[in-house]
């Protein structure tokens, strides 16, 4: 066996000299990209990796509540609440209560079962009062302290991991039984929303494909000199703030804006009937086709760049017409632009925040936006990442499934 | 073979010019006409015109002036996938997306044809060229000379009648280049296409072409089969880019119908045969191929012209010997002797006589 091995001229087996002599070179190349490494866990893999923990783990309860989360721990699910948890409640709200923590744990009941908030803040007021028996005073305080979904949603709360925020991303309510179950049709947000985004990223892509599939095409046809007047053209929105482009186009479509006045003042439209083009969905489709446009155009181009004429030529030669050439033998070779283009507007699009939050109104806001006001508004960290990690996933899946229809290194993007 | 006129010709140009920027001429009062069935070729250095001339015919870019007509119809207002031409590429341009069996499909389904005609038609233009079993593979699976074959069975697939090449070998090595001539010409022969073949091959031109359209600058400098454009030149241009070729200045001092007395610039007096000088004081260059300069006097004919020459440099090549000489002033005068068993090999420095016959040597253009 060992006769088979191929040894250098001193004896040493190749595979291992071959590793030894790499290995400097492979350190040293280690040290060029460390600064990047680092820069890139610190700032992205990081707070990422945080953010998606918080999805699953919220401890505002489970810390605040050590005793009740103990008799929960201690009692499987569906056992009644006796006179044990009772007790424990009522010691950890007065705990609660004196280290001023009662505010969070209301809040992350109220999560999961809402209005139960002032439930939990005036206990914690009363609770230093409260006697044996503990489950008839306890009730006494509030008839609420009874019910079996407040129960739920504390044992639910107290579990380490919950998939709570999840449940409630994907419109899903706690039931008095302690299981998510769909919530009534007209409490459906979040659904609808990641429909909405994923349908209108799809519309926004597909207008990108149709604009700028022409543009691309001569940009790599037109000789050098009139090519590069156009690129500039094409890059010139990259050079003006995104507020300013998103601004321009209020200015632009509104219904006092500049095209409805003119069609107006031409007599093409009366004044009642002015187009609706702002603070609805096609605002936010006109605005983020226009946005996103040159990150189609650029992989489109540089993949049509390289297909030589004589594609083209040979087709026609062979006694093709020009819309069967273009059909059958330009497009299929402009596919890795195609898909690289796609691939990239649609997850631009699926995230996108400002342009929708200025012109989308209530019709045309994405679920970014949804996103931005639990992180800023309603400071549910944890759901807004649920949110952000099902978005995540989504676009994880598509790349998954692009990958197995065209197949990731058939993708060009410059 | 070279007929040239127009009544029977399959191809013809007639007094076109191009210019793509309307500044420069590319091609100038191109006149040609071809009979069905001939391989041309069209011969010149790099940017002489030879792609725009079959592009023009192809379709893909118009005449500037002129016309060009095929099979009688003129074709300027015929766009390019209804002339019916087939066209081998320099790239070869198979189509990357497709298998080689598609490729060869694509001209057959987009003139509507049945399955089962496509699949006996491609099979046989893959047979035609040593490809029968390759059809399954794309173009980036075969080497240079593979697909070199299926972009000839490409363009023959649907039975043109006119098919043009633009420099199909250029990429190829010297072996598989020298296979493929054959290969060509003897597919050529054997399907009566007619061709119109470009290269900058001076070699590939002689050996592969019926007659030799020699480009330079936009002009067809002489149009003749292969044997002629070789042996009678019709001007220094051709007899410089044709094969090998020692050149000497001087002045017409004399001159007759078919002889002429040239005063090179050494002195020297010698004969020559005058082909495109006229009068008495032109200047001209006389040209004379390597191989026909002896230096064995025993076997120069009697009336022949001897001159002295010096020997600068002995070149052993195999079967031949290439000496170059000093002559009359130029030093670049080679001659060509066979290696055979009596050879003198010549050392540099010796001083040698050498001959020619008045007929072999061409009193050219200056
Ligand atoms: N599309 C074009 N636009 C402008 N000028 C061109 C174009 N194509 C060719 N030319 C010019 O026309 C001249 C002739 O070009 P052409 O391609 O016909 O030469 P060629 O004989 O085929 O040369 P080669 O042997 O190098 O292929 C060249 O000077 C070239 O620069
Ligand atoms: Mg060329």
Redesign the pocket.
Known sequence: MSDTILRTADGKPLKAALQRASAVARRRAFWLVLPLLAFVVITFVVPIGQMLSRSVTNDAFSANMPQLVAWFEANPEGTEPDEAAFAALAADLTNAAAERTIGSVATRINYDVSGTRSLFTSAGRKAKKLEAPFKESVVAMDPKWGEPIVWAAMRNASAKLTTSFYQAAMDRKLSAKGVFEKAPGDLQVYLKLFGRTLALSAVVTFLCLLLGYPVAHLLASLPMSKSSLLMILVLLPFWTSLLVRTTSWMVLLQEQGILNNTLVGLGIISDENRFALMYNQAGTIIAMTHILLPFMILPLYSVMKTIPVSYTRAARSLGATSWTTFRRIYVPQTVPGIGAGGILVFILAVGYYITPALVGGATGTLISNQIAFHMQDSLNWSLAAALAAMLLGAVLALYWVYDRLVGIDNMKLG | MAGSNTSDAFVVFDRVQKS??GE?L??KDLNLSMPKGEFLT?L????????????MLAGF?TATHGEILLDGRPINNIPPHKRGIGMVF?NYALFPHMTIAENLSFPLEVRGMDKSVREEKIKRALDMVQMGQFGNRRPAQLSGGQQQRVALARALVFEPELVLM??PLGALDKQLREHMQFEITRLAHDLGITVVY?T?DQTEALTMSDRVAV?ND?VIQQLAPPAELYEAPKNSFVAQFIGENNTLEGVVTEISNDKCVVKLDDGELIDARPVNVTKVGERTRVSIRPERVEMNKARLQPGAHTLKATVCEFIYMGDIFRTRLSVAGNDDFIIKTRNAPDAVRLQPGTEIEIGWLPQDCRALDA
Request: net charge negative; glycine share 16%.
């Open positions: 793509y920027d420069t590319v091609v069209m010149g250095p790099s940017g002489s015109g030879k792609t725009t001339c079959l592009m870019e320099q633009d420099e470009v900058h480009f936009g």
